[in-house]
């Protein structure tokens, strides 16, 4: 890490002070907010991807979020927190890219504050609630630089009614291997057939080495999540979907997968255009015609549907349909 941006609230914040113990050799440059750092214009979201600075900050106003609706994997009430902005990987699907300006990771360090706001929801709600960790970042992918995981599972341990899943494609899964596993802490990989992601999940591990960690887990008694979304109508999309699930649950025990999510690739325009503009060579977006559809640039309804339907086919020879799950 060459650069550091740093709070001056959280300057002297005990988890801060590790991390840049660990990168002496960095330029540490402090600011009042990361928003000056990361929201600036004219920045080139592409060049910085290649060597992303670090912004270590504070998260201010609500920790926690309601999950956009019917994002779900089996709870009614679903919720989202972010402990770093951005992702390690390059994906070309990634909303990320075409949300924010700058490539640089943001991690807010300030872990209490989330596990206020975690436990005010949990105080109020009406059912037992579900928490994402995984929307705007990769859960484990940096686990060994924020401490993310290893702060929360107890802290979700000792709340056996409340979900937390951590969505990942990462690899660094040791802390999990080295503990018992948590019943209501859901691992959950991307999975996407090989052929497609190594054209289009650049610097992710390999699809066969994610499955070995699933593998590895469920064999250590921990229930994980299969995230099959976005689906991407690849060539021979049927063929390349059907061999990787039966790959899948020819190793692992269908009884310790927790959910499958499956969605289709949307994009709003704003973002679609965005993505385009960083990326105007690549062939994902030119596989099919994709359209303006009820304000999102997605592919034609009837090819949507077909991927969704043969995907969830597929799935139903080995699990009950009530843990698969369409995202909308």
């Known amino acids: 890490m060459d650069t550091i941006y740093v709070e ?12 840049l113990e660990r ?28 060597r992303p600075g670090l912004i270590l900050a504070k998260k201010h106003g609500e920790t926690v979020l309601a999950a956009p609706p019917d994002y779900s994997i089996g709870r009614r009430e ?24 700058s490539a640089h990771y943001v991690h807010f360090v300030n872990f209490e504050d989330f596990e206020e706001g975690i436990n005010e929801i949990r105080e109020h709600a009406e059912e037992p609630p579900c928490f994402f960790s995984g929307y705007d970042c990769d859960s484990l992918a940096m686990e060994s630089l924020t401490g993310f995981a290893e702060h929360f599972l107890p802290f979700f341990a000792d709340r056996p009614d409340s979900w937390l899943e951590l ?77 990787m699930i039966e790959e899948i649950f020819s190793r692992v025990a269908s009884e310790r997968i927790h959910s499958v999510t499956l969605g289709p690739m949307r994009f709003p325009k704003s973002m679609h255009d965005r993505i385009l ?13 994709m359209s303006l559809r009820d304000g999102q640039m997605t592919y034609p309804a009837e090819i949507e549907d077909e991927l969704v339907e043969r995907v969830t086919g597929q799935l139903l020879q080995f699990l009950p349909s009530s843990k698969v799950f369409r995202q909308t």
């Open 167 to 243: 969505r990942t494609k990462s690899l660094n899964v040791k802390l999990l291997q080295e503990r018992e596993a948590i019943p209501n802490v859901i691992p959950a990989f991307t999975m996407t057939p090989e052929t497609i992601a190594r054209e289009v999940e650049h610097g992710a591990p390999p699809s066969e080495k994610r499955l070995n960690r699933v593998e590895t887990l469920t064999q250590q008694g921990w229930n994980v999540g299969l995230r099959l979304d976005p689906l991407i109508p690849w060539p021979r999309f049927a063929d390349l979907y059907r061999e």
């Open 277 to 289: 503009k960083l990326y105007p060579e690549e062939k994902l977006f030119a596989l099919e015609e």
């Open 8 to 19: 001056s609230s959280v300057r002297k914040h005990d988890r801060v002070s590790r991390i």
């Open 78 to 101: 679903n919720h989202y927190f972010s402990h770093m902005l951005n992702c390690l990987y390059d994906c070309r699907y990634c909303f990320l890219q075409g949300m924010y300006r």
């Open 23 to 50: 990168f002496p050799k960095a330029a540490v440059v402090e600011c009042e907010r990361y928003t000056e750092i990361f929201n600036r214009s004219a920045q080139d979201f592409r060049l910085q991807k290649r």
